[in-house]
């Protein structure tokens, strides 16, 4: 179903735009979206030539676009599709860097902790265990 507007149906048929208007407005002649198609212009207009080349080239463009529509509605549908999955993995991720964060956070606590209860045990060992413990701490200083 080829769309014309009611200039471009008059110019086809070699007749006045006022023409066409009057058929519509009879009701003789339906639209379609503000269009008028060549089929209803071959029911109103039965023997006029509509089958020209500039009718065929009209038809075949008319193809074309309902093809692209066809494709662009495919490809939006594709790219939803795509988004919805990426927005998932992203989410995920997100969540897998949260947990490392407060997993990260944790450790930190634990060897600031830990950092604390070796100098308050430095202060009350036996001074023949000092020398091993001050080497402990300075390996849990060098690991942050």
Same mark, same amino acid.
């Given at each position: !179903?080829? $769309?014309?507007?009611?200039?471009?149906?008059?110019? !086809?048929?070699?007749?006045?735009?006022?023409?066409?208007? =009057?058929?519509? @407005?009879?009701?003789? #002649?339906?639209?379609?979206?503000?269009?008028?198609?060549? *089929?209803?212009?071959?029911?109103?207009?039965?023997?006029?030539?509509? =089958?020209?080349?500039? *009718?065929?080239?009209?038809?075949? !463009?008319?193809?074309? $676009? =309902? *093809?692209?529509?066809?494709?662009?509605?495919?490809? %939006?549908?594709?790219? =939803?599709? @795509?988004? $919805?999955?990426?927005?998932?993995?992203?989410?995920?991720?997100?969540?897998?860097?949260? %947990?490392?964060?407060? $997993?990260?956070?944790?450790?930190? !606590?634990?060897?600031?902790?830990?950092?604390?209860?070796?100098?308050? #045990?430095?202060?009350?060992?036996?001074?023949?265990? %000092?020398?091993?413990?001050?080497?402990?701490?300075?390996?849990?200083?060098?690991?942050?």
């Amino acid at each position: !179903m080829v $769309k014309l507007s009611v200039s471009k149906a008059a110019r !086809m048929l070699g007749i006045s735009r006022f023409d066409i208007q =009057n058929q519509i @407005n009879s009701g003789k #002649l339906q639209t379609h979206e503000g269009y008028v198609t060549t *089929d209803s212009l071959r029911l109103a207009y039965p023997n006029a030539g509509l =089958n020209s080349e500039q *009718d065929q080239y009209i038809q075949k !463009m008319q193809q074309i $676009k =309902n *093809d692209a529509i066809k494709k662009i509605e495919v490809d %939006k549908s594709l790219h =939803n599709e @795509n988004e $919805k999955s990426y927005m998932g993995i992203i989410n995920n991720l997100k969540s897998k860097l949260y %947990k490392a964060q407060v $997993k990260n956070q944790h450790y930190q !606590m634990v060897f600031s902790e830990l950092t604390e209860r070796l100098e308050i #045990l430095e202060t009350h060992c036996h001074s023949q265990d %000092k020398a091993s413990l001050h080497k402990l701490q300075g390996w849990v200083k060098s690991q942050h």
